[in-house]
């Protein structure tokens, strides 16, 4: 069974500080999505990195995938009241007969504290 | 705005009673996905839909039902609802192309008594 952890589970920071959001699979990724969800709202999908190595850029928000394709991170810099919410990491194998089907993380709550 | 609609919003419902929830998407999507979403499991796979008629069993079905009879909507049932079952549950499209980017409606909160 695919296990995908996300740490930290939660974070509270104060506004201007930095913060990295981490995620860690068991299996190779095919592809790797980052979403975003605020309250009362479904999933926002934020960027799909699918080569080892990979850096992705998002205004303050960078996105990188590990070389062996078995891990994420993403770092926010200088952080906002905006940046609030709740952060989705999601893996998928892709393969033959490709489902589409995606295993999430648990999700990293994130608070901005101005 | 990938076109996806949930009905309804919110439900509350006894033990015991079928609900349906329905997932309606404008763009011709084929496949479409039911996830349920509680406090520190992230999203999990209910069911799934490959195109109409064509269904498969995710990693929660149990107790869950889906139908797609055509390529717009796809239903959620639940067919005796358990108290276990209170939970969010979020309807998504899967975009075209090999990366299996996924969009999600606005989500509906079922709560079970």
């Known amino acids: 069974t695919q296990l995908l952890e996300q740490s930290p589970q939660f974070l509270s920071i104060q506004e201007g500080e930095n913060l990295t959001v981490y995620c860690n699979s068991s299996?190779?990724?095919?592809?790797l999505q980052w979403y975003r969800q605020e309250p009362g709202e479904g999933p926002v999908l934020l960027v799909t990195?699918?080569?080892?190595?990979e850096v992705k850029k998002l205004k303050r928000l960078t996105f990188q995938f590990g070389d062996a394709r078995k891990d994420s991170s993403l770092h926010i810099t200088a952080a906002q009241p905006g940046d609030t919410g709740l952060y989705l990491c999601?893996?998928?194998?892709?393969?033959?007969?490709?489902?589409?089907?995606?295993?999430f993380g648990q999700g990293t709550t994130l608070q901005v504290k101005p | 705005d990938a076109g996806i609609t949930q009905s309804p919003r919110h439900k509350v419902t006894e033990t015991g009673t079928p609900v349906t929830l329905r997932c309606h998407q404008t763009?011709?999507?084929?496949?479409m996905y039911w996830y349920r979403q509680d406090p520190g499991h992230g999203l999990r796979l209910i069911h799934y839909?490959?195109?109409?008629?064509?269904?498969d069993k995710g990693e929660v079905s149990d107790g869950y039902s889906v139908s797609r009879s055509k390529t717009e909507d796809f239903l959620l049932t639940l067919e005796s609802a358990t108290s276990s079952q209170t939970s969010v549950y979020f309807c998504?499209?899967?975009?075209?192309?090999?990366?299996?980017?996924?969009?999600f409606g606005p989500g509906t909160r079922l709560t079970v008594l």
């Open positions: 998504a499209i899967r975009s075209g192309g090999s990366r299996n980017e996924q969009f």
């Open positions: 299996s190779v990724f095919s592809s």
């Open positions: 990195v699918v080569t080892g190595g």
């Open positions: 999601a893996e998928s194998t892709g393969g033959s007969g490709n489902t589409g089907k995606l295993i």
């Open positions: 763009e011709n999507h084929r496949y």
């Open positions: 839909s490959y195109g109409v008629k064509d269904t």
